[in-house]
């Protein structure tokens, strides 16, 4: 126990919280910017098992903010080299990756397989489907964010509000690492945050993280936050949908303007078309674009003179 000895002798932890840790199972989802310094400290902590989900592969232009990747590895995909990487850290857990997108149809099993999950994604659409299967199953999930100079972690779910609780509304356009660029340290410090948390709740420390926000400004050098235990979960919320779950008798709607329809079934209106569509009674409308941004906010507009059921469906193609 030796490896452990430093973190084992604070009261909080001890040899039975180690092997807590040791017993423990936490899902990461992403493992971008965010994701490799959550990987890294669960993995030096001792969390036993880390599933890790994440479709993309190794690019030079990520290694300014993960270094947990080597040049060697460009190419290979993230879920994989982290894995390999971290048996070399640490050989007493087990990383089991998996190359794929979290969607509406995998959420399910793999959120309800662990204790934490943590959301290192870089969509909206897998950061409230993963949210949307930990509040359906009382699964605490640590949510994090990070761009340019400041970002936030927050404990929900479980025993606290939803993600959705805490971002009822989104915005008008997303930006993006690759649009606003961002600073290695900054989601490094994030990422730290956002273990720590995972970790409080595996080891049951007091006061729980879970309903507190903390925030960074990484640019005017100051921390920030608050609670929001008492927020209302949204009264109408926009589930998500994966392909696999469209229906037939389903509307169909593409909104993206930079590709073809998804389906030859879908019909093409883009979001500034919307106003004109009035859906017929008893039809699902499923809204599909690439992130569900636009997906979520036509559909947020079409609530406000619709009834029916909407769902959204991203392509992340």
Not at 244 to 263: M, N, W
Request: aromatic share 4%; glycine share 10%.
């Amino acid at each position: 126990m030796s490896r452990y000895a430093r973190q084992m002798i604070l009261p909080d932890v001890g040899p039975e919280g180690q092997a807590r840790l040791g017993r423990a199972h936490v899902l990461v989802v992403g493992a971008g910017g965010l994701g490799v310094p959550v990987l890294q400290y669960l993995a030096g902590a001792g969390v036993g098992r880390i599933t890790l989900v994440d479709p993309d592969r190794v690019e030079a232009g990520n290694l300014h903010r993960q270094p947990l990747y080597r040049m060697d590895q460009i190419g290979q995909p993230k879920a994989r080299a982290a894995a390999d990487v971290l048996a070399a850290l640490n050989p007493e857990i087990r990383v089991i990756p998996q190359v794929a997108w979290l969607d509406p149809a995998n959420a399910p099993a793999l959120v309800g397989a662990v204790d934490v999950a943590l959301d290192c994604a870089d969509t909206f659409a897998a950061s409230l489907t993963l949210s949307d299967a930990c509040r359906d199953t009382g699964t605490p999930m640590i949510a994090a964010s990070a761009l340019a100079l400041s970002g936030y972690v927050a404990g929900c779910c479980g025993t606290a509000p939803s993600l959705r609780a805490i971002f009822p509304d989104l915005p008008e356009r997303g930006a993006t690492c690759a649009t606003a660029g961002v600073m290695g340290p900054v989601v490094g410090a994030i990422g730290a945050l956002q273990a720590q948390m995972a970790l409080a709740v595996l080891l049951g420390l007091a006061p729980s993280p879970l309903g507190r926000l903390v925030s960074l400004d990484a640019a005017g050098w100051r921390m920030g936050g608050f609670r929001f235990d008492a927020a209302p979960e949204p009264a109408r919320p926009l589930p998500f949908i994966a392909r696999s779950q469209t229906r037939a008798g389903d509307l169909l709607i593409d909104l993206r303007s930079e590709a073809p329809p998804f389906s030859p079934d879908a019909r093409h209106i883009p979001p500034d078309g919307m106003a004109a569509l009035h859906p017929p009674p008893g039809r699902r409308v499923v809204l599909a674009c690439a992130t569900g941004l636009r997906a979520h906010n036509a559909g947020r507009e079409l609530q406000t003179r619709w009834p029916g059921d909407i769902a959204l469906l991203a392509l992340q193609e």
